[in-house]
T-cell receptor
């Protein structure tokens, strides 16, 4: 079945720095989703991508659907303390596209 | 406000007891899902349902059961057969394709003593 890898696993950055993280798949995807999860809460959808090469922004967040359709990237500009959390990528899962498979997450810590 | 609610937020049970976790949505979504999350790991699919009175097993369905009698509700029962039930449980919903972005509830943390 599909597997997703995310890198880095965790990162510590200074407030104000830009952040980049990526997600790779063992198979081709036609959809990529990026979620953020705060501790003890459910994931919140940040950005959805549907087309290879697509670049979509949501405030300080920008995500790209890789040309190979096997990867996606998320960038956060000018990080702030509330960016702390776990960022998950997700793509279509095994069950006729009715669910999504999730990567293991990138844990972001922002130092003041 | 439209959204997904899960209750309770924290649940404690003794080993060997069945426990049912609630999930309700008023988004008029057809599909609903249950995931399990363990510390430091991603989400694993337990069960999903595309329409009322129909549901399918996910990757880790053993020891769990569900029902879908109403469009708005998708309760999950963690049975005594689940060997390691302590985890964070997340419910999600989505419209049927096209556009099956999933939206999540706040989660229930189950601790089995």
């Amino acid at each position: 079945g599909q597997q997703l890898n995310q890198s880095p696993q965790s990162m510590f950055i200074q407030e104000g720095e830009d952040v980049s993280m990526n997600c790779t798949s063992s198979s081709i995807f036609n959809t990529w989703l990026w979620y953020k999860q705060d501790p003890g809460e459910g994931p919140v959808l940040l950005i959805a991508l549907y087309k290879a090469g697509e670049l979509t922004s949501n405030g300080r967040l920008t995500a790209q659907f890789g040309i190979t359709r096997k990867d996606s990237f998320l960038n956060i500009s000018a990080s702030i303390p509330s960016d702390v959390g776990i960022y998950f990528c997700a793509g279509p899962g095994n069950y006729y596209g009715q669910n999504f498979v999730f990567g293991p997450g990138t844990r972001l810590s922002v130092l003041p | 406000d439209g959204g997904i609610t899960q209750s309770p937020k924290y649940l404690f049970r003794k080993e060997g007891q069945n426990v049912t976790l609630s999930c309700e949505q008023n988004l008029n979504h057809d599909a609903m899902y249950w995931y399990r999350q363990d510390p430091g790991q991603g989400l694993r699919l337990i069960y999903y349902s595309q329409i009322v009175n129909d549901f399918q097993k996910g990757d880790i369905a053993e020891g769990y059961s569900v029902s879908r009698e109403k469009k708005e509700s998708f309760p999950l029962t963690v049975t005594s057969a689940q060997k390691n039930p302590t985890a964070f449980y997340l419910c999600a919903s989505s419209i049927t394709p096209p556009g099956n972005e999933q939206f999540f509830g706040p989660g229930t943390r189950l601790t089995v003593l």
